[in-house]
């Protein structure tokens, strides 16, 4: 059974820094394509970033490019999302996603499962 | 950027009538080299995360109920609940590529 559990969210001030962690199981983490995506509270959702399973291709939503770093470490089977100079609007759930890539076109498809999120408010 | 537009924002149906969610996208998710749409529909109840309902348009995910279907070609798709029960109250999301739809709040009339 595939599992992704969340970690690292909480309050942080404004221009802060901190770091989501997402421990997966149930299946080889290198082998997929990994996101976060984010929901405000009340809102819908937000991707936010993703990355290939060798690590080697990292993609962002514009609303954080050049603030937040995903990466992850294959041998601890975890996905991580570096988030830095946050903002107020940067509050929200953040979950990890699995991502199922369309081969025939060679980019993401839809998200097969999801872990229960972390909550990351920004706020002074 | 692609953006997907959903309609209505939300909806209320009695129980055992049909439920229409419609989600349009702003250019066309079919891809002439394998005829499939690559539209996604996601289902979150509150206090969840999403699950994933319908793929390509039309393709259940294993475990959902047959009363979901999804139908639609190119820029406009349908999610239709065609009896709805007390549990599917919950918001629906349409998915394409790295944009999602604003959502659609289904409830109980």
């Known amino acids: 059974e595939v599992q992704l559990v969340e970690s690292g969210g909480g309050l942080v001030q404004p221009g802060g820094s901190l770091r989501l962690s997402c421990a997966a199981s149930g299946f080889t983490s290198s082998n997929y394509w990994m996101s976060w995506v984010r929901q405000a509270p009340g809102k819908g959702l937000e991707w936010v970033a993703n990355i290939k399973g060798d690590g080697s291709e990292k993609y962002y939503g514009d609303s954080v490019k050049g603030r937040f770093t995903i990466s992850r470490d294959n041998a601890k089977n975890s996905l991580y999302l570096q988030m830095n100079s946050l903002r107020a609007e940067d509050t929200a759930v953040y979950y990890c996603a699995r991502d199922n890539i369309a081969v025939a076109v060679g980019r993401l498809d839809y998200f097969d499962d999801w872990g229960q999120g972390t909550l990351v408010t920004v706020s002074s | 950027d692609i953006v997907m537009t959903q309609s209505p924002d939300s909806l209320a149906v009695s129980l055992g009538e049909r439920a229409t969610i419609n989600c349009k996208s702003s250019q066309s998710v079919l891809y002439s080299s394998n005829n499939k749409n690559y539209l996604t529909w996601y289902q979150q109840k509150p206090g969840q995360p999403p699950k994933l309902l319908i793929y390509?348009?039309?393709t259940r995910e294993s475990g959902v109920p047959d009363r979901f279907s999804g139908s639609g070609s190119g820029t406009d798709f349908t999610l239709t609940i065609s009896s709805l029960q007390a549990e599917d109250v919950a918001v629906y999301y349409c998915q394409q590529f790295r944009a999602f739809g604003q959502g659609t709040k289904v409830e109980i009339k």
């Open positions: 390509w348009a039309s």
